[in-house]
């Protein structure tokens, strides 16, 4: 009996040890690639351009940084800009599709099928680019507003179906009991569906902040002002005018400054850690609910 359990017990130890070791191969298949974005943008741009990316540079320089935050003003208010958006974005994205999805998945309203169908149906066929950009422009007048910003992203038909899903896991009879006892849809909707619900929200959550953090695309079509442009849309118009430059000195027209002196690589690896400095943050707080919502259910009491 103790042979049988000590074989038991390595071979225990042996699966337990294989598994830990490919996660750490993993992790640092994950890790390798940040930590050499991480190491170039504190690299000489020729240095990068001589050698490539090494793990430690040869050449130490902070010419991309100071070149990142010329204009820290302009920059800030950026920050602002694009922290405001995902704030308020993520947070009435949340609403209208937890509150589409909880509608969506009540057995008594008949007419949830058809409903579903024109939501889907949405993500087949669109009107285009022209139309949609008169539609904001010049029915709307949102131009160089924050609406212009929140709005194109603001509800998502693919999140709407994974918080209607969700929504149907939910026992039915809890909002039953709950009418009965004289509770109308929107404290059922607030006070019963929600807080079982926090797993949906941290990951619809994550993915709407992700949109909003990355969105360039937007600014670029209504922000005509530089005080109303995202962080993202701000760096990608400097590094366009790095290139630009570098362009004009390689073909002769500008000749005051080194083609090898413009951090045109160096600034993307930069603006890399710029941007995704803050939004990684998000990861570990909503990691817990990852796990919760993938053990919910599991056991039935």
């Not at 103790?2 to 750490?24: C, D, T």
């Not at 010419?63 to 208010?77: D, H, K, L, W």
Request: proline content about 4%; overall charge positive.
């Amino acid at each position: 009996m103790s042979g049988r359990r000590y074989k038991q017990s390595v071979s225990e130890w042996s699966f337990y040890g294989l598994g830990y070791v490919l996660l750490f191969i993993f992790g640092m298949l994950c890790v390798i690639p940040f930590y050499l974005i991480l190491v170039s943008s504190f690299a000489e741009e020729s240095s990068l351009i001589r050698n490539g990316f090494q793990l430690i540079p040869q050449q130490f320089s902070l010419r991309a940084y100071e070149m990142v935050f010329t204009n820290p003003g302009r920059i800030g208010r950026a920050y602002l800009n694009t922290i405001f958006v995902t704030a308020v974005g993520t947070a009435v994205s949340l609403l209208l599709n937890t509150l589409t999805g909880y509608v969506l998945s009540c057995r008594d309203f008949k007419w949830r099928n058809g409903f579903s169908f024109f939501f889907f149906f949405t993500t087949l066929f669109s009107g285009g680019l022209i139309p949609w950009y008169s539609l904001y422009t010049k029915v709307l007048h949102l131009r160089n507003t924050y609406l212009a910003l929140i709005l194109p992203m603001v509800f998502s038909v693919w999140n709407m179906i994974i918080a209607k899903n969700y929504m149907k896991s939910i026992p039915f009879e809890i909002s039953e009991s709950a009418k009965l006892d004289g509770a109308g849809e929107l404290r059922i909707y607030a006070q019963l569906y929600m807080p079982l619900a926090t797993p949906l929200l941290a990951t619809l959550g994550l993915f709407s902040a992700l949109g909003y953090w990355n969105d360039w695309y937007n600014s670029m079509l209504f922000s005509t002002k530089e005080e109303m442009q995202s962080l993202q849309y701000f760096l990608q118009d400097m590094l366009g005018t790095v290139q630009a430059l570098k362009q004009l000195v390689a073909e002769g027209q500008f000749q005051a400054v080194e083609t090898a002196t413009l951090p045109s690589t160096g600034m993307r690896m930069a603006m890399t850690c710029v941007v995704t400095g803050p939004i990684i943050f998000l990861y570990p707080l909503v990691q817990r609910y990852f796990v919760k919502g993938l053990t919910i259910g599991a056991v039935k009491g």
